[in-house]
């Protein structure tokens, strides 16, 4: 399909404020990059402004939490934390107890919390909580809830992807419920045709939409980041889907709304 065919709905003003100059409906195709995990964009920067606020101790609890190092949900008796956000969000924090001493299993909670902060309000609202393991096996989440394990944290730093991981478990947990298999965001699917990573050709239906929407979410507030050569490619391969995320994060609006009545901050280790 060539570069000006006509928009359709689902394209609109969100495909101009993209910059997009297409709606294809073409054949699937080799995806310009493999996951969004192992691209070389730094999309979301260590030192942008966080609304991390701060973290309470709350005790030891039982919690039931999926681990795949031994592919069950086993209850642990976690560390527990509160991570309190500018916005008014709040994240319970459960550390395995494998981190021995409340203070180890602060400082890994601190590890994450304020990278959080990095989030959108939008998708930090929907998680309820947020657990580390140690270990290296790769992030997982689900409807409210995302699991980490620390040497995957360590390495995911060191490549300065920790946020965009972040950013992608965070989709998973808020908008896979009500976006991934919702019939505008299939349509979009089936009229950009191909996809943007591998993982998400791979997995469709589970992974399209938290690999498209980090990408989608960085032309909207950060395009700087991205070399020209790939927005333009990103632009022209998913620009239906890339309207369709643009309506979750409008320019417009801030990333972080400022909480009118914030609570105290007991226990404050920030």
């Known amino acids: 399909m060539g570069l000006f065919c006509q928009k359709t709905r689902i394209c609109g003003a969100a495909l101009l404020l993209l910059g997009a100059s297409a709606c294809p409906a073409a054949g699937s195709g080799t995806p310009p990059y493999d996951s969004t995990a192992d691209t070389v964009f730094d999309l979301i920067e260590a030192d942008d402004p966080t609304s991390f606020r701060c973290l309470t101790d709350i005790g030891r609890g039982a919690r039931q939490i999926w681990d795949k190092r031994v592919n069950g949900e086993p209850v642990v008796e976690a560390f527990l934390f509160t991570a309190d ?60 809830q ?35 298999m919702a019939a505008a965001w299939q349509e979009a699917q089936r009229r950009d045709g191909g996809f943007l990573t591998s993982y998400a050709q791979a997995t469709p239906d589970r992974e399209d939409l938290a690999e498209t929407a980090l990408f989608a979410f960085a032309l909207l507030h950060h395009p700087e980041r991205f070399p020209p050569v790939d927005t333009q490619t990103v632009r022209e391969a998913v620009p239906n889907r890339l309207a369709y995320i643009a309506k979750l994060f409008p320019r417009e609006q801030p990333l972080t709304s400022e909480a009118q009545d914030l609570r105290p901050c007991p226990g404050d280790h920030s």
């Open 85 to 144: 956000y500018s916005d008014g969000a709040s994240i319970e924090i459960a550390v395995n107890p494998e981190f021995a001493t409340v203070d180890r299993a602060r400082a890994e909670a601190m590890r994450h919390a304020v990278p959080l902060g990095r989030l959108p309000s939008l998708l930090r609202a929907g998680i309820g909580r947020f657990s580390i393991h140690g270990g290296n096996e790769g992030f997982h989440a689900g409807k409210g």
């Open 146 to 180: 995302i699991v980490v394990y620390a040497e995957r944290t360590t390495r995911r730093i060191a490549q300065a992807h920790l946020e965009e991981s972040l950013f992608h478990e965070a989709v998973h947990a808020t908008l896979d419920d009500e976006h991934r």
